[in-house]
C-alpha cells in the first residue's frame, strides 16, 4: 500500500522548555549517575590531603599583648602647631611602627636570629608554609652572566639574605589591635614554641625601648629647634606690629570701631525707592509699548487705556457724539445742502479734530512719562551702586585692619606657646616615661596552629565533591547520546513507542529465543508495549508495510522488526522480510538455511512467492529473508516489481515488517519508505549521537515518509521493588507492571 502524503499534524508536537528552568529531579540524575565517580574523586582529594598535612612539621604561635598608653609627654607636639589628631590614628600609626622593618631588623640582630637554625635558608625551617618563590633577575642571572654584571658583590648578596630574612620574620609576625580598647597583641608563629614565645616578648621589649630612644632623640631636637625658632619668632612679632601701626596711621584710623560706615537704613532706603522707580517705568513703558503697537491708527489710539482714561478727551468724545446725533437729527429734515446741515457738518468735524489733537496730546505726555521714569530710575541705580562702592571700600579697609591685628595676635601666642614649651623642655625631668607596657607576656604555646588538620581534610572532601559533581555535569553536558525518553521527543520531535531493555543473553542465546522462553520478562512486555503502541497509532489506517530502520549499525533494528513481528503473529498474520539485503541476519536467527530463498529470487522471478516465504512452526509469523545478495540491492528495492510483490503479498498478510539497512549508511530505507505506510526508528541508548538521528529523521521526512516513532533500545536496567522494572533513562517508563520474579 502506498503512503499518503506526510501529514504534518501527525507528528507530535514537540514542547517547548524554558532553558531557565531549574529541574532538580535532572540534577539529581546526573549526580546519581555519576555517584561512584563522586565518590572516589572526593576520596582521592582527601587522600591528598592527608599525605600533605601530616607531612608539614607542626607551626606554634605564641602571643603577647601590649598595652599602649597616649602621649603625655610636655615637648611640643605635632597637635600644638599643626592640628590636632585623633587617638585612632595614633594607635594606628603604632601597629604600624610594631610591623616596621627597622623593628623586625632590632629584633633579629638582638636575638642573632641570622644563625638560628630555623631561618637558615635551605632548612626546613625556613618557611611556614610550602611557597614557590622564584626571582627572574636571579635565574636570567645565572644562565646569562652578563646580566648579572659578571662577578657576585658579596655586600649585595649579603644586603639580600638580610632582606630576605627581614621578610620572613614579617611573614611570621601578626600584630593585631583590639577593638574599643588599647591593647595590642603581638603574635609570632615559629616551629620551635620557646623561640615564638621569646620573639614575642621580645619584640614588646625592643618597641618600648626603641620608643624610649625616640622620646629621648626628639628632646633634644626639640630643645635645639625651639631655641632657633624663638628668635624668629620675636622678629616676625616686631615686624607685624610694626605693620599694623603703619596701616592706621595710612588710612588715620584710631580702631576698628572707628571706622565710619553707611548705615543699613540708608542702603534699604535707596533699594525701595528703586523699587518704586522699576514700578513707574514699567507702567509708562506699557503704555508706551501699546502706542507703537498701534503704528499711527487714529482708531487703536483712541481705545488706549492711558488715552481713554484721560478725562479731557472722554469730554470731547461726548461732544462729538452729539455733533453726530445733531447731524442725522437734521438729516431727517433737511437736505444736505441746507445750511443748517452744512453748519452741523462743520461742528462734527471740528469736534473730530478736537478728539485727536488730545489724543496726540496724551500720546506725547505718555512718551515723557516714559522718559522721566527711565531716567529717575537710572538716577536711583547709580546712587545704589556708588553706595555700594563705598561700603565695599569701607568693608576692605575693616578687612585689612582685621588681618594684621589678627597676625599680631597670632604671632603674639605663638612666640608665647614657644617660649613656655622651651621653658617646660628644659626643666622637664620626666621625658623618659615609656607610652607602652607588656600587660600579658607571652607563655610557650602548647597545641600548634598549624597546620589545621581537621579543617584542610574536611575542605578537600568538600572540594573534591564539588569537582566530581562538576566533572559529571561536564561529561553530562558534553554526552550527546540519548538517554531518555524525553530526548527522543524533544530532539526528534518523534513519540516515543517503548523502550527495549538491555539483555544479558546466554553464549548461545538470541533476543527471539529469549522473548519466546521468558514471555513476562522485561524484554517482552517492552516489545509488546512496541506492538501495543503501533497498533493504537493505526487504528483508523491500521499500517499494512511497516518499515523498521536506524541510523547506523549495531542499533538493534533487527532485533526489534524479529521480536516485532514474532509479538504481532499472536493477534494477526505477519509477515518479516529482511531487505538489508548487504548484512542479512533473519534467516540465521530464524534458524533458516542461508542459502534458503527469499526476497532477492521473488523480485527476480527466480522463485515463486510459496518457495520465499517460510512458516516458522505453526505460528501466524512467516519469513522472507533476503536470498542471494545482489549486487544492486537498491535498484532491486526501488523497482516496480518489489512495489508489485508488496502489493501482492498485502493481500495475504495483515502486517508486513521490512527490516531495512541504516538511513545514513545507504539508501534502501529511504526508498522502501516510500512504498509504507509507516516508519519505524530505533535508537540504540546511550550510543545514537544527536546529530545522527536528527540527520536520519530529516532525510526520511524529505522522502515524505510516514514516521510512526521511535524506539528507545538497549536501555540499561535498574530494579525497583513494588514496580518489577524501573527505566530512569525514560523517565518512569514502567516495562512490565504487575509482574514479579518467580
Known amino acids: 500500500m502506498l503512503m499518503d502524503a506526510y501529514d504534518i499534524s501527525r507528528e507530535p508536537v514537540r514542547e517547548e522548555f524554558d532553558d531557565e528552568a531549574i529541574d532538580l529531579r535532572e540534577y539529581w540524575r546526573i549526580i546519581h549517575s555519576h555517584k561512584w565517580s563522586i565518590i572516589g574523586i572526593a576520596l582521592l582529594f582527601v587522600l591528598v590531603a592527608v599525605l600533605v598535612v601530616f607531612n608539614q612539621r607542626p607551626v606554634y604561635q605564641a602571643t603577647a599583648s601590649l598595652l599602649i598608653e597616649p602621649e603625655s609627654n610636655k615637648i611640643v607636639q605635632i597637635e600644638d602647631v599643626y592640628a590636632v589628631t585623633g587617638d585612632d590614628a595614633y594607635y594606628r600609626t603604632q601597629v604600624e611602627i610594631l610591623k616596621s622593618r627597622a623593628l623586625a631588623a632590632r629584633v633579629i640582630d638582638k636575638l642573632s636570629l ?5 631561618f637558615q635558608p635551605g632548612e626546613d ?10 626571582n627572574w633577575r636571579d635565574w636570567f642571572a645565572a644562565w646569562l652572566p652578563a646580566m648579572g654584571e659578571g662577578v657576585p658583590d658579596p655586600e649585595a648578596e649579603a644586603l639580600a639574605v638580610r632582606e630576605a630574612l627581614i621578610g620572613d620574620f614579617l611573614e611570621r609576625l601578626k600584630v593585631t589591635p583590639v577593638r574599643k580598647t588599647r591593647f595590642v597583641r603581638i603574635s609570632f608563629e615559629a616551629h620551635d614554641p620557646a623561640l615564638a614565645a621569646h620573639i614575642a616578648n621580645t619584640l614588646a621589649d625592643t618597641y618600648i625601648e626603641s620608643d624610649l630612644d625616640a622620646r629621648l632623640e626628639m628632646t633634644k631636637k626639640a630643645t635645639a629647634w625651639l631655641a632657633s625658632r624663638l628668635e624668629e619668632l620675636k622678629k616676625k612679632l616686631r615686624d607685624s ?17 572707628g571706622v565710619g560706615t553707611l548705615t543699613a537704613e540708608q542702603l534699604q532706603d535707596l533699594r525701595q525707592n528703586l523699587v518704586v522707580a522699576q514700578q513707574e517705568r514699567i507702567r509708562a513703558q506699557a503704555a508706551v509699548s501699546q502706542v507703537r503697537a498701534a503704528k499711527g491708527d487714529p482708531d487703536k489710539l483712541a481705545s488706549i487705556p492711558a488715552v481713554l482714561n484721560d478725562p479731557v478727551v472722554s469730554s470731547l468724545k461726548a461732544a462729538e457724539v452729539e455733533a453726530e446725533r445733531r447731524l442725522k437729527t437734521l438729516a431727517k429734515r433737511y437736505g444736505a445742502k441746507h445750511p443748517k446741515m452744512a453748519a452741523a457738518r462743520a461742528d462734527l468735524q471740528e469736534a473730530r479734530a478736537a478728539v485727536r489733537k488730545r489724543v ?11 522718559q522721566v521714569a527711565l531716567t529717575n530710575e537710572r538716577a536711583i541705580r547709580a546712587s545704589l551702586e556708588n553706595a555700594k562702592g563705598e561700603m565695599q ?7 585689612q585692619l582685621n588681618v594684621l591685628e589678627r597676625e599680631v595676635e597670632s604671632n603674639r601666642q605663638l612666640y608665647e606657646l614657644f617660649l613656655k614649651r622651651l621653658k617646660e623642655t628644659s626643666e622637664t625631668g620626666d621625658l623618659q616615661k615609656a607610652n607602652a607596657r607588656i600587660a600579658d607576656p607571652a607563655v610557650v604555646p602548647v597545641v600548634p596552629v598549624k597546620p589545621k588538620k581537621s579543617l584542610i581534610v574536611s575542605i578537600a572532601g568538600v572540594l573534591g565533591l564539588l569537582f566530581g559533581i562538576g566533572l559529571a ?33 546466554s553464549k548461545n542465546e538470541t533476543p527471539l529465543g ?21 497498533l493504537l497509532s493505526g487504528l483508523d489506517e491500521p499500517y499494512k508495510v511497516i518499515v523498521v530502520t536506524s541510523s547506523v549499525p549495531g542499533e538493534g533494528k533487527s532485533t526489534l522488526a524479529m521480536n516485532l513481528a514474532d509479538s504481532l503473529g499472536d493477534m494477526h498474520k505477519v509477515l518479516l522480510i529482511d531487505a538489508d539485503l548487504r548484512r542479512p541476519t533473519v534467516a540465521s536467527t530464524w534458524g533458516l538455511d542461508r542459502k534458503a530463498r527469499g526476497l532477492s529470487e521473488f523480485l527476480s522471478q527466480s522463485a515463486k512467492a510459496s518457495d520465499c516465504v517460510h512458516q516458522l512452526g505453526e505460528r501466524n509469523v512467516y519469513v522472507m529473508p533476503s536470498g542471494v545478495v545482489p549486487p544492486n540491492p537498491l535498484e532491486l528495492l526501488s523497482s516496480r516489481r518489489f512495489k ?29 519508505s516510500r512504498n509504507a505506510s509507516g516508519v519505524i526508528y530505533v535508537i540504540k541508548a546511550d550510543s545514537t549521537p544527536y546529530p545522527a538521528a536528527q540527520e536520519g529523521v530529516k532525510r526520511l521526512r524529505q522522502y515524505k515518509a510516514h514516521l510512526i516513532g521511535a524506539v528507545l533500545n538497549d536501555v540499561p536496567q535498574k530494579k525497583k521493588k513494588g514496580y518489577g522494572y524501573y527505566d530512569s533513562y525514560g523517565g518512569s517508563y514502567y516495562g512490565s507492571y504487575g509482574y514479579t520474579q518467580g
Open 114 to 118: 641570622a644563625k638560628h637554625p630555623e
Open 125 to 134: 625551617g625556613g618557611g611556614l608554609n610550602f611557597q614557590f618563590n622564584f
Open 241 to 257: 606690629e610694626q605693620a599694623l601701626q603703619a596701616y592706621r596711621e595710612k588710612e588715620k584710623l584710631v580702631d576698628s570701631g
Open 360 to 370: 496726540s496730546s496724551v500720546i506725547a505726555g505718555l512718551e515723557k512719562e516714559y
Open 393 to 399: 571700600s569701607i568693608h576692605r579697609k575693616s578687612y
Open 473 to 505: 555535569f561536564l561529561l553530562e553536558r558534553l554526552d550527546n547520546t540519548f538517554k531518555r525518553a524525553s530526548d527522543v521527543e524533544e530532539r526528534l520531535g518523534l513519540p516515543l513507542l517503548g523502550a527495549v531493555p538491555h539483555l544479558k543473553l
Open 514 to 534: 529469549y522473548a519466546r522462553s521468558h514471555a513476562q520478562s522485561l524484554f517482552a512486555e517492552s516489545v509488546r508495549t512496541v506492538r501495543t503502541s503501533v
Open 644 to 672: 508489485e510483490a508488496l502489493d501482492t503479498l498485502g493481500r495475504t498478510f495483515d502486517h508486513i515488517i521490512i527490516d531495512s539497512a541504516p538511513a545514513l549508511a545507504v539508501s534502501d530505507a529511504l526508498v522502501l
